[in-house]
């Protein structure tokens, strides 16, 4: 089991040190709408290591669609806006304040994004090898003939049978497993160091979602990219990630190794998530979801943006906002008042809770990592 990365605000302005290829300090991503301002990334900070994976979870609107597309540089600015003060590193660069035409050459070549509805992120009018080798063309300079030579090596890669056939065809001649697949080939055609994948198996069925993600993790093994894995899935997270963040309103709310925070997680939150996932003894019995519903990003609770859901919240937790404090011993990081020594007594009763709520002894999957 790998160890989190902590990153250290001192190191500001200066790159990362070691293995880390993604530095993301104090990320802040605004939108100014008409009725004010929508806080959707508001001040995480997260490492990746070279060929790690990395999942982010969170409910819907929990900003972590805005994070990949502010890594990648994708977002119209405005309406969006990036607080000058928050730094991303990418491989020694920090890439926030790069020139555009810069950065453009590093996406898809040393970053790549696959997206969850390959449809609309594929050319209906061009054929499958004619985008793959164009992407090649584009970033290693190589000639039409190799271009086209790639673009069959990686749909082989990805298992597409057949794949001097299928390079000749358009985007709609394919089922929807068989497009993701070409996404993922697109993306991994020249061979990046990052991959993020914003739930990329989403919109399939369960059987090729398992394909999928499966040669998500054959291919990575492979070629040594880093993944940042965005899912609503903690079942997909427990397969597939080495550490992982769970987000909630733009904030990050518990970090830590995949096995700290699925199976010793420290805040309400996480606790809530996990209890809402179907076990196998509760399958066809009631689904817990979390009580209540995520806050309009224009009203925001004072202190804790989860105390309005939060079964242990008291009066500090509406007039305090928690830090991420720092639990146990292997980087893991939680924010709630739970931690403080006020706390205790009612992070007692949550873990006993949690461990009720689980069913005692249902462990969460782990294997097959
Ligand atoms: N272009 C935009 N203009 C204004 N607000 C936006 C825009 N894109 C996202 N938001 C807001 O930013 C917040 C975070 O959105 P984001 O798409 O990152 O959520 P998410 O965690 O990816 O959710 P989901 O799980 O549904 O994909 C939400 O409140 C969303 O409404
Ligand atoms: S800080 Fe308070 S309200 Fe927020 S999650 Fe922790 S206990 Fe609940
Ligand atoms: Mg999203």
């Given at each position: 089991?790998?160890?989190?990365?902590?990153?250290?605000?001192?190191?500001?302005?200066?790159?990362?040190?070691?293995?880390?290829?993604?530095?993301?300090?104090?990320?802040?991503?605004?939108?100014?709408?008409?009725?004010?301002?929508?806080?959707?990334?508001?001040?995480?900070?997260?490492?990746?290591?070279?060929?790690?994976?990395?999942?982010?979870?969170?409910?819907?609107?929990?900003?972590?669609?805005?994070?990949?597309?502010?890594?990648?540089?994708?977002?119209?600015?405005?309406?969006?806006?990036?607080?000058?003060?928050?730094?991303?590193?990418?491989?020694?660069?920090?890439?926030?304040?790069?020139?555009?035409?810069?950065?453009?050459?590093?996406?898809?070549?040393?970053?790549?994004?696959?997206?969850?509805?390959?449809?609309?992120?594929?050319?209906?009018?061009?054929?499958?090898?004619?985008q793959i080798a164009e992407q090649?063309?584009?970033?290693?300079?190589?000639?039409?003939?190799?271009?086209?030579?790639?673009?069959?090596?990686?749909?082989?890669?990805?298992?597409?049978?057949?794949?001097?056939?299928?390079?000749?065809?358009?985007?709609?001649?394919?089922?929807?497993?068989?497009?993701?697949?070409?996404?993922?080939?697109?993306?991994?055609?020249?061979e990046p160091k990052l991959i993020?994948?914003?739930?990329?198996?989403?919109?399939?069925?369960?059987?090729?979602?398992?394909?999928?993600?499966?040669?998500?993790?054959?291919?990575?093994?492979?070629?040594?990219?880093?993944?940042?894995?965005?899912?609503?899935?903690?079942?997909?997270?427990?397969?597939?990630?080495?550490?992982?963040?769970?987000?909630?309103?733009?904030?990050?709310?518990?970090?830590?190794?995949?096995?700290?925070?699925?199976?010793?997680?420290?805040?309400?939150?996480?606790?809530?998530?996990?209890?809402?996932?179907?076990?196998?003894?509760?399958?066809?019995?009631?689904?817990?979801?979390?009580?209540?519903?995520?806050?309009?990003?224009?009203?925001?609770?004072?202190?804790?943006?989860?105390?309005?859901?939060?079964?242990?919240?008291?009066?500090?937790?509406?007039?305090?906002?928690?830090?991420?404090?720092?639990?146990?011993?292997?980087?893991?990081?939680?924010?709630?008042?739970?931690?403080?020594?006020?706390?205790?007594?009612?992070?007692?009763?949550?873990?006993?809770?949690?461990?009720?709520?689980?069913?005692?002894?249902?462990?969460?999957?782990?294997?097959?990592?």
């Amino acid at each position: 089991m790998t160890e989190v990365v902590a990153t250290d605000i001192s190191t500001r302005g200066a790159p990362p040190v070691g293995d880390v290829l993604l530095d993301v300090r104090n990320l802040k991503t605004y939108f100014k709408v008409l009725d004010g301002v929508v806080p959707a990334v508001d001040g995480i900070s997260f490492s990746l290591r070279r060929g790690q994976t990395l999942g982010i979870v969170g409910e819907s609107g929990s900003g972590k669609s805005v994070t990949a597309l502010t890594i990648m540089r994708l977002l119209d600015i405005p309406p969006a806006s990036i607080d000058p003060e928050s730094e991303v590193w990418f491989d020694g660069q920090e890439i926030l304040s790069m020139k555009m035409d810069v950065m453009r050459k590093l996406r898809g070549k040393d970053m790549a994004m696959i997206f969850q509805e390959p449809l609309t992120s594929l050319n209906p009018v061009f054929t499958v090898g004619d985008q793959i080798a164009e992407q090649v063309k584009l970033h290693l300079r190589v000639s039409n003939k190799a271009a086209w030579d790639r673009a069959a090596e990686s749909l082989q890669l990805v298992g597409i049978p057949s794949p001097e056939r299928r390079v000749k065809q358009y985007p709609h001649e394919m089922s929807g497993g068989m497009r993701q697949r070409v996404m993922i080939a697109m993306a991994l055609s020249c061979e990046p160091k990052l991959i993020i994948a914003d739930e990329p198996t989403t919109a399939l069925d369960v059987t090729i979602q398992a394909q999928i993600l499966e040669l998500l993790k054959s291919v990575q093994q492979r070629t040594g990219s880093a993944l940042m894995l965005i899912t609503h899935d903690l079942g997909v997270v427990a397969e597939m990630v080495d550490n992982v963040i769970v987000m909630y309103t733009g904030e990050v709310v518990e970090q830590g190794t995949v096995l700290d925070v699925l199976t010793e997680p420290r805040t309400p939150y996480t606790m809530g998530l996990l209890e809402s996932i179907p076990s196998v003894e509760k399958r066809g019995g009631r689904l817990s979801a979390i009580k209540g519903v995520v806050p309009s990003p224009f009203n925001l609770p004072p202190a804790c943006r989860f105390e309005p859901r939060c079964p242990y919240a008291w009066d500090r937790c509406h007039s305090v906002a928690p830090q991420l404090y720092s639990v146990g011993t292997g980087g893991q990081r939680s924010r709630c008042h739970l931690h403080t020594p006020e706390g205790a007594g009612r992070l007692s009763a949550a873990l006993e809770q949690h461990r009720v709520a689980l069913n005692v002894g249902r462990s969460v999957p782990t294997e097959g990592r």
